[in-house]
Antibody, heavy 121, light 111 residues
Framework: EVKLVESGGDLVQPGGSLRLSCEAS????????LHWVRQAPGKGLEWISY????????RYSETVEGRFTVSRDNSQKSLFLQMDSLRVEDTAVYYC??????????????WGQGTLVTVSP | QSVLTQPPSVSGAPGQRVTISCTGD?????????VHWYQHLPGAAPKLVIY???NRPSGVPDRFSGSKSGTSASLAITGLQADDEADYFC???????????FGGGTKLTVL
């Protein structure tokens, strides 16, 4: 069974930092691309980051580029999101998700339950 | 303001058919990248219901179908059931932004 479990969400002050983790199981982690997606309270889904499987290509949305850093450790089957210079508007539930890849690139077929990040004074 | 435009809400009675539209432009849907659709219930993880325009993942009932034409895509749900009530989001790759974008979401209410 494919499983993704996020952790690391917390209450942090504006300007602070936080590191999220996503632990994967049930599939060959190294061969899959992964994404971070977030949902602010009362808002829709927002894509924020991608890291390729085989290639390690990295992409960010404009709203987080320069402040967030995505990485992966294939030996630990884990995905990470280092979030710096946090803003109140970064408050959201953060999900990691698996990319189907290939012709289905971008389709996210497995998601974690999410971890809540609250940025508040 | 989302790059992909969806109606905020749609509704239908049990057994009826509803469609949810997703409108983009030539840098995303019209750029011939696949459109994907997700069902999202409060407090739960989003669930992929259609990938690459028209394909259903294993386990998704055939009451769900997708289509794409030009710079727009649609999700259709037939034989509405109470547990279809959820938020639905479309998603596509945007060549101008160099990343993926979601629609603003559509709340489906089963009357």
């Amino acid at each position: 069974e494919v499983k993704l479990v996020e952790s690391g969400g917390d209450l942090v002050q504006p300007g602070g930092s936080l590191r999220l983790s996503c632990e994967a199981s049930g599939f060959t982690f190294a061969t899959y691309s992964l994404h971070w997606v977030r949902q602010a309270p009362g808002k829709g889904l927002e894509w924020i980051s991608y890291v390729g499987g085989p290639t390690g290509t990295i992409r960010y949305s404009e709203t987080v580029e320069g402040r967030f850093t995505v990485s992966r450790d294939n030996s630990q089957k884990s995905l990470f999101l280092q979030m710096d210079s946090l803003r109140v508007e970064d408050t959201a539930v953060y999900y990691c998700a698996r990319d189907m890849g290939g012709f289905q690139r971008g389709a996210l077929d497995s998601w974690g339950q999410g971890t809540l990040v609250t940025v508040s004074p | 303001q989302s790059v992909l435009t969806q109606p905020p809400s749609v509704s239908g009675a049990p057994g009826q058919r509803v469609t949810i539209s997703c409108t983009g432009d030539n840098s995303n849907i019209g750029a011939d990248y696949g459109v994907h659709w997700y069902q999202h219930l409060p407090g739960a993880a989003p669930k992929l219901v259609i990938y690459t325009n028209t394909n259903r993942p294993s386990g998704v009932p055939d009451r769900f179908s997708g289509s794409k034409s030009g710079t727009s895509a649609s999700l259709a749900i037939t034989g509405l059931q109470a547990d279809d009530e959820a938020d639905y989001f479309c998603q596509a790759y945007d060549t101008s932004l160099g990343g993926w974008v979601f629609g603003g979401g559509t709340k489906l209410t089963v009357l």
